[in-house]
């Protein structure tokens, strides 16, 4: 383990390994991010559910691995380009986060310490057991507070940048779930996707981007209900891999 990241489960060759970038709201004791304490448990520093939803569905067998960001997302935003500004946010939905306006060492310390170790550790999985699938796990709050009048009226949401292959098999098996099905929405994977362009796209394995919404995911009921969902939605795709 790392503080860089946490795994559940055990990879193999062929099965399916979950990401979850933005799965904590853990900030280290020598990390001083500007902001109230409180901002942890908002959607800017963490994706609500992802955790708890990733074990459920390692635990149920519908996943194989589960590798979770170990810091959140205010620390360093490990769903970017390692050259983005956005990397180390200096701002989110309204809250300035003064403690990232760093200069360059400082930056590069951060980087060191979080982001490329989280990296480096999918990409060492993927090259030691490559699955099949990879299935990204995010969420996104019902509204912005930047934006309060835009309701995202999405249950769900499917991403995904130049591959698509099980796309189609993903959104119908969302829709069976009485679910309304965002495609490429509430963000679209063509601008921002990241670590599916380079640990997936990049060695041409299928995937699918999720995003959850967070009302949804709030409690252990509508986690639970969400993982039953998931996995019956991994073994419908599944069958897509290689048709």
């Not at 930056?107 to 310490?113: F, G, M, S, T």
């Not at 796990?137 to 509204?143: G, I, K, N, R, V």
Request: proline fraction near 6%; include cysteine.
């Amino acid at each position: 383990m790392s503080e860089a990241w946490r795994q559940l489960g055990e990879p193999r060759p062929g099965g399916i390994l979950l990401i979850g970038d933005h799965a904590s709201a853990h900030v280290p004791d020598d990390v001083d991010l500007g902001i109230d304490a409180v901002l942890l448990s908002n959607h800017i520093a963490i994706d609500i559910g992802v955790a708890e939803v990733a074990a459920l569905l390692v635990d149920c067998g519908a996943v194989d691995v589960a590798i979770l960001g170990g810091v959140s997302r205010l620390v360093v935003d490990l769903n970017r380009e390692e050259d983005a500004p956005g990397v180390l946010p200096i701002a989110s939905d309204g809250h300035a986060v003064p403690g990232n306006a760093l200069d360059e060492a400082a930056r590069e310390a951060r980087l060191a310490r979080f982001f490329r170790p989280y990296h480096d550790h999918i990409a060492a999985t993927i090259a030691a057991h490559r699955p099949a699938m990879i299935l990204s796990l995010h969420s996104f709050t019902p509204a912005l507070a930047a934006h309060p009048g835009e309701a995202r009226p999405w249950h769900v949401g499917v991403l995904y940048n130049e591959d698509d292959r099980l796309v189609p098999a993903a959104i119908a098996a969302l829709e069976a779930e009485d679910m309304i099905v965002g495609d490429q929405q509430p963000y679209s994977g063509k601008l921002l996707n990241a670590t599916m362009n380079r640990h997936a796209e990049a060695k041409t394995i299928p995937y699918i981007g999720i995003e959850m919404r967070q009302d949804l995911v709030g409690d252990a009921a509508g986690q639970a209900l969400f993982a039953e969902r998931l996995a019956r939605m991994c073994r419908k795709v599944a069958l897509n891999i290689g048709a």
